[in-house]
């Protein structure tokens, strides 16, 4: 939800807030998976996906996670090229003993899957920011997670 707007809320300001919200969803998800959030860890969290190829997103998640996120090379393909090799798996497409095994090539050597486009890392100040907001954000969810139109769907 989006909450406090006025007519001097302009379309970045709401962008911004859906990015943070999606963020600290990524935050309540890492918590509940007993992830670290306090900026203890210094081990890159890989990133794949389109929003992988954006400096905002990547420098958000970081200062939200206070972890230092690696953005894969292949992060844009990775994602349906799993999806493919677990349909290939499954239908027993590959070569091999079971039909389990890739063929030669499908995973390309790791100078170009896996590899880093730059690690990002969380800024200290950006991320005290995001502590705050965190904060307001998991109580405004907890008051209106039963409000809206999941109620009114069933």
Not at 113 to 136: E, F, I, K, L, Q
């Amino acid at each position: 939800a989006l909450v406090n707007l006025s007519p001097a809320t302009t379309t970045a300001t709401m962008c911004r807030a859906v990015l943070e919200g999606v963020a600290y969803n990524y935050r309540t998800l890492s918590n509940a998976l007993g992830m670290d959030t306090t900026g203890a860890i210094d081990e890159p969290l890989p990133m794949v996906g389109g929003g992988a190829r954006s400096k905002l997103w990547t420098s958000t998640i970081a200062d939200v996670l206070r972890r230092p996120i690696a953005p894969k090379s292949d992060a844009a393909s990775v994602a349906a090229r799993g999806c493919a090799a677990g349909a290939f798996r499954y239908l027993r497409l590959w070569e091999g003993a079971d039909g389990d095994l890739p063929p030669d090539g499908y995973f390309p050597g790791t100078s170009q899957v896996g590899s880093v486009d730059g690690v990002v890392t969380p800024n200290d100040a950006n991320a005290s920011v995001h502590d705050g907001n965190y904060a307001v954000w998991s109580k405004l969810h907890e008051a209106l997670k039963s409000a809206g139109a999941g109620e009114l769907v069933r």
